[in-house]
């Protein structure tokens, strides 16, 4: 993906109208026992959201999720999971990130302004560490190293707690999604175009499409509907469906 794919497709998230099912500040209260195997095992979590967001399919398997210059170009096709685990051990950041965007890209969903303020603390946090650390380098100030060292401890703290929350985000997120909050309506699956979750303020149409009535020509108006109701269903105001015709 070039860089201007990379723009453009930062500029689509802008217009996603899903939220997470969880923001980034209730993680903890959401599966607390997850998070903390996150905190701790960071890559093997990572390995095993990437594998479960890929629906288990690792013929689906693309470094990075596509979303880097290497993807495609280091062999994932031949070995997916060996690559798949030197990407979360080597390139750790990345592979948290590159699960996020995929889940975004396929539920529509957006980053809320709360979580693009704890991402962005973390990573201010970590260039004002690599600073302070030049300047102590340069300058050979004592004072500026103990700072250094303070501000790089600091967001140490923050990047692995940061990342432990952002991937038992993505843990919950998937759960809703395999059903495990509760059986989804019985519904058919949307098209395509149209595939989306059930708590977006518009949903799409879902289920069986309107049905023109047998004989009536695509594109007009359904006939008009006859007096009465069913006996099965007295009450008034509630029934025929629309486009119901006896």
Request: charged share 15%; with cysteine.
């Amino acid at each position: 993906m070039g860089l201007d794919d990379q723009v453009e497709k930062m500029e689509v998230r802008k217009s996603y109208r899903n939220v997470w099912h969880t923001n980034l500040l209730s993680t903890i209260s959401a599966d607390t026992p997850y998070c903390l195997f996150s905190l701790f095992c960071g890559p093997c979590v990572s390995y095993m959201l990437r594998k479960r967001a890929l629906y288990n399919d690792m013929s689906r398997y693309v470094c990075c999720a596509g979303y880097l210059p290497c993807s495609g170009k280091c062999g994932e096709s031949k070995c997916p999971e060996l690559c798949l685990g030197t990407e979360v051990v080597c390139c750790f950041c990345n592979s948290v990130a590159s699960t996020r965007f995929l889940l975004q890209d396929e539920f529509n969903i957006q980053t809320t302004q709360c979580d693009n303020c704890i991402i962005g603390f973390m990573f201010c946090l970590q260039q004002l560490a690599c600073i302070c650390s030049l300047v102590a380098c340069i300058t050979g100030n004592d004072e500026i190293g103990d700072l250094a060292q303070m501000l790089s401890c600091l967001s140490d703290l923050v990047y692995c707690s940061v990342c432990a929350c952002i991937q038992t985000q993505h843990k919950v997120e998937m759960d809703k999604r395999d059903g495990k909050f509760g059986p989804q309506p019985a519904m058919a699956v949307p098209s395509v175009q149209q595939m989306s979750r059930f708590d977006q303020p518009i949903p799409p149409h879902a289920g069986y499409a309107p049905q023109q009535a047998y004989g009536q020509p695509y594109g007009y108006p359904p006939p008009p509907q006859t007096q009465g109701y069913p006996p099965a269903y007295p009450q008034p105001h509630a029934y025929p469906p629309h486009g119901y015709s006896r």
